[in-house]
């Protein structure tokens, strides 16, 4: 199962979630979905904007665990 | 090709679905007018207008249930318009409310073959309402399909 450690990266970096949402162009909406794992798919460029908001790397956001 | 707006569609097909809502409520009142007149007319492919008197009262209550089931039929047929309307086409709810009037369809089937038994002209409408249930059946399953697709679509961030 992938889960998502946004909230995790979030808080090391004391990003908000509007923020982030702003830094990232995407809504909200958008994020609060991708947050709380509801998420089905990903596209590569949210993953990219996101990394380069925070300023972390892929893994440090998904996680695979079993 | 006549072609309209889709927004002048939508309505055509409201307008549509109320009018046949009407004729179903004047159905009502004229059934027991036209039911009888059709049991008392021999034709020459079955009904010798010698129906005895419990067979009348069949062939009323059924005629009865199928104007019911036609009204419920174009009552979900409404809802899913205006779902349409409002833009929540591919739901769960379109979904169930497709199969909804898919199964109104073979109940009036059912319905028109029992009716054959006494006008075996029935069995030709019976025969057109497995028809069109089963072009519903499939319209609600690429409807499910598409449900899903749209789901997804909107779950990818």
């Known amino acids: ?66 | 090709m006549l072609k309209v707006s889709n927004k002048f569609s939508i309505n055509l097909s409201i307008a549509i679905s109320v009018l046949f809502f009407i004729a179903c409520i004047a159905g009502l009142f004229i059934m027991p007018v036209l039911v009888p007149m059709l049991i008392d007319t021999p034709d020459n492919i079955g009904n010798r207008g010698d129906i005895t008197e419990i067979g009348r009262v069949l062939v009323m209550a059924v005629s009865y249930l199928i104007l019911a089931v036609f009204i419920f039929a174009d009552v979900l047929m409404f809802r899913l318009l205006q779902r349409v309307k409002n833009g929540f086409v591919f739901t769960e709810q379109s979904v169930s409310l497709i199969r909804g009037v898919s199964w109104c369809c073979f109940a009036v089937c059912l319905l028109f073959a029992f009716l054959g038994l006494y006008f075996q002209l029935s069995f030709i409408v019976a025969f057109l309402g497995i028809f069109l249930g089963v072009c519903l059946r499939v319209v609600k399953n690429v409807i499910a399909e598409a449900t899903e697709i749209k789901n997804e679509n909107d779950l990818t961030v």
């Open chain 1, 1 to 66: 199962m992938i889960i998502i450690n946004l909230d995790v990266m979030m808080a090391k970096r004391k990003m908000s979630l509007n923020e982030l949402s702003e830094k990232v162009g995407i809504t909200l909406a958008n994020l609060s979905i991708l947050k709380n794992n509801k998420a089905k798919a990903i596209r590569f460029s949210t993953l990219d904007a996101i990394c380069k908001a925070l300023d972390c790397k892929v893994e440090d956001i998904i996680e695979y665990v079993e």
